[in-house]
């Protein structure tokens, strides 16, 4: 999402003629473009403003950040703009000022849609904007706002114009993409819709364990062209605290759902967030959380520790929080519970042969290229091979957890 929101940002500044430096100390205007779902990057993103706001930049703050706290960020920011304003960031330098109406213009949104400049092997396209899930310890539903699904047709579209432009992977993305719904709509009918539209790769992303059904792995097994891979955010293994969190679902429910995925869609990799010393997390419910994880076999996973988020509810409603060297060593014993189960199943990897679509370099060395799976796993590959292009790898050898592949 943010990373979409920056690529709106530099689009419309290049349309207004401004011009992208390699650093920002050689930059006039810095822009950090922040997330808050967790307080350290949060405070890091403050510090990075400060820092530059005192090195005489003229400093913006923009998405999740600029929608959070707004009042605290004019103190040392010349310009605070929310995700809605992004059309008018061009005009809006060098005032001094906060642009944050959510209610405004919301489809002003979808604008950058039709008026990217440069288009790129694999581009995001939104599907839906907001949330209306208020997990207890989220912040999004209070930045983003409220949940608003775009037109099927606008959306279809836009594919087909980043198709005719050279796109060969798209992505479509929202905070929960399987609660879509516009005008008789659903996100497996619209799964479909775009399917058919002949896109290479097709990948969509994030998935809520409460909304997504079995109609939509059933379209994923019936296309090709769908990649399977699904992010499906398990947040704890403790049915006690999955209702803490109002997340709607219980570990059995999940567990189902990750087994009918299974079932119904051939070689699907299922990576999934998973968050640890939620407050009055005991150590059984930690334990649940490794139990799952064992049982599941993500095939990746985002772990992190709970941070109380203002204005979410459980910040207002506990009052005492996990000790911070449980919070870490529970931390640290998922990463490593985590990481060896993925090491296992990389290992397994090796004598398979994949697809894999390269995205990217290796920055110390030029001649190690990164591809994804269709699964959405990172293979290295010893040999350059230019981004976008889609080649088949024998898997050879894993280093760390990562697969080294070779052409065929
Ligand atoms: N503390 C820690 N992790 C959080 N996440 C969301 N809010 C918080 C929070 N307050 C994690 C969840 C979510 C991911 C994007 O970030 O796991 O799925
Ligand atoms: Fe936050 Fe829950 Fe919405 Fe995800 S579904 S953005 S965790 S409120």
């Known amino acids: 999402m943010n990373e979409y929101d920056s690529l709106i940002i530099r689009n419309m500044l290049q349309k207004e003629g401004f011009l992208l430096t390699d650093s920002p100390e050689k930059a006039d205007i810095v822009i950090i473009n922040g997330c808050v779902v967790r307080e350290k990057p949060e405070n890091k993103e403050i510090e990075l403003l400060k820092y530059y706001k005192h090195r005489g930049k003229f400093v913006i703050a923009a998405g999740c950040l600029a929608q959070k706290d707004k009042d605290a960020l004019l103190a040392f920011s010349d310009l605070v703009i929310g995700p809605m304003d992004y059309d008018d960031i061009g005009t809006l330098i060098g005032k001094h000022g906060a642009f944050t109406d959510y209610s405004k213009h919301r489809d002003r949104f979808y604008r950058y849609a039709k008026d990217r400049m440069e ?98 792995f059933d379209v994923m097994a019936r296309y090709e062209n769908i990649m399977p891979w699904l992010h499906l955010p398990l947040q704890t293994g403790s049915t006690r605290l999955l209702k803490e969190m109002r997340r709607g679902y219980t570990t059995e429910e999940y567990l189902y759902i990750v087994n009918t995925a299974r079932k119904m869609v051939p070689d699907i990799v299922i990576s999934t967030d998973i968050m640890v010393a939620y407050p009055t997390e005991t150590e059984e419910d930690f334990e649940d959380t490794l139990r799952i994880v064992k049982e599941v076999q993500f095939d990746y996973a985002y772990m992190f520790i709970y941070s109380p ?100």
């Open 119 to 216: 288009v790129s092997f694999s581009e995001y396209v939104t599907i839906m904007t907001g949330c209306d899930n208020f997990c207890s310890y989220c912040v999004v539903p209070f930045t983003r706002g409220r949940e608003k699904s775009r037109s099927a047709k606008d959306i279809l579209e836009e594919v087909e114009n980043l198709t005719k432009r050279g796109t060969i992977e798209i992505t479509l993305i929202g905070q929960n993409v399987n609660s879509y719904f516009h005008e008789g709509v659903d996100f497996k009918d619209l799964l479909d819709k775009v399917a058919r539209l002949g896109v290479r790769r097709i990948r969509f992303t994030t998935s809520h364990p409460r909304d997504i059904s079995p109609a939509v």
């Open 309 to 408: 988020r203002k204005p979410s509810s459980a910040y207002y409603r506990y009052k005492t929080q996990i000790p911070r060297d449980i919070a870490v060593k529970r931390h640290r014993l998922l990463v490593d519970t985590v990481q060896r189960i993925v090491t296992e199943k990389r290992k397994k990897m090796i004598g398979r042969t994949y697809e894999i679509m390269i995205d990217g370099h290796s920055k110390k060395n030029p001649d190690l290229s990164r591809g994804k799976t269709r699964g959405n796993i990172t293979v290295v590959v010893n040999k350059n091979i230019p981004e976008g292009e889609i080649l088949e790898v024998k898997i050879v050898d894993v280093i760390g957890a990562t697969p080294v592949g070779e052409p065929i």
